[in-house]
């Protein structure tokens, strides 16, 4: 049985209080924005490479305005971003179809695009549609360097993510773009491994983290 569409759940912001002097202060402040942003070790250098994304809730997750660049704890984007790299924004709604995506994506500024999508067409369109609709997604974006990632487990119908995962594959060759199994440290066999997700879609701020340091790691090796 394959899993509904995925629609927006309750937000879980996960607080890192930083001293008892400041923790009320930032307890307030989670309240009002309903997550915390995760923060690189240090920030992106004038000359980093200007990385953008689109994707669905897997990218989107609980960030307030992904993108204005307000990321969520559970966005993988926020794990993404470092000294070399700097996130300048893109598309990502809850829900979102690969044909949505090629429909409402906006043009792009940037010198890397990360697409993360197919998890909501798993299953339920053919592979080929997919293909087709994560080249408009390039071509409208207008970003020349571009990295495919691997989606992460659907617990409910794992055969689904795994077959899709086997396409985006060689699409990505075909395509001349970077492919990333960055899903590849959330699983345990074809679902997720402990800890890395709550409902069986949505990666937890730990399995996003894994994510984006995948991705981050693809973005560098694609904008060089």
């Given at each position: 049985?394959?899993?509904?569409?995925?629609?927006?759940?309750h937000?879980?912001?996960?607080?890192?209080?930083?001293?008892?002097?400041?923790?009320?202060?930032v307890?307030?402040?989670?309240c009002?924005?309903?997550?915390?942003?995760?923060?690189?070790?240090?920030?992106?250098a004038?000359?980093a490479?200007r990385?953008?994304?689109?994707?669905?809730?897997?990218?989107?997750?609980?960030?307030p305005?992904l993108?204005?660049?307000?990321?969520?704890t559970?966005?993988w984007?926020?794990?993404?971003?470092?000294?070399?790299?700097?996130?300048?924004?893109?598309?990502?709604?809850?829900?979102a179809?690969t044909?949505?995506?090629a429909?409402?994506t906006p043009?792009l500024?940037?010198?890397?695009l990360?697409?993360?999508?197919?998890?909501?067409?798993?299953?339920?369109?053919?592979?080929?549609q997919?293909?087709?609709n994560l080249?408009?997604?390039?071509?409208?974006?207008?970003v020349?360097?571009v990295?495919?990632?691997?989606?992460?487990?659907?617990?409910?119908?794992?055969?689904?993510a795994?077959?899709?995962?086997?396409?985006?594959?060689?699409?990505?060759?075909?395509q001349?773009?970077?492919?990333?199994?960055a899903?590849?440290?959330?699983?345990?066999?074809?679902?997720?491994?402990?800890?890395?997700?709550?409902?069986?879609?949505?990666?937890t701020?730990?399995?996003?983290?894994?994510?984006?340091e995948?991705?981050?790691?693809?973005?560098?090796?694609?904008?060089?």
């Open positions: 049985m394959l899993p509904p569409r995925l629609r927006p759940a937000h879980r912001p996960r607080l890192r209080l930083l001293g008892v002097a400041l923790a009320l202060g307890i307030l402040t989670a009002a924005s309903g997550a915390t942003q995760p923060s690189p070790t240090e920030e992106p004038e000359d490479i990385m953008a994304a689109v994707g669905d809730s897997i990218t989107d997750a609980n960030s305005d993108p204005a660049g307000e990321v969520g559970e966005s984007v926020g794990y993404a971003v470092g000294p070399q790299v700097r996130f300048v924004g893109g598309w990502a709604v809850w829900g179809s044909e949505q995506m429909s409402e043009a500024e940037a010198d890397v990360v697409i993360l999508a197919g998890t909501n067409d798993a299953g339920r369109m053919p592979h080929e997919i293909g087709s080249a408009r997604i390039a071509e409208v974006a207008g020349e360097e990295v495919l990632s691997s989606v992460p487990p659907i617990d409910s119908a794992p055969e689904a795994t077959e899709l995962n086997e396409f985006l594959r060689g699409f990505a060759a075909d001349g773009w970077t492919w990333v199994d899903a590849a440290g959330l699983r345990a066999g074809d679902r997720f491994a402990e800890g890395m997700a709550d409902d069986g879609v949505h990666p701020a730990a399995g996003a983290e894994v994510l984006g995948a991705i981050g790691a693809a973005v560098l090796e694609a904008g060089s």
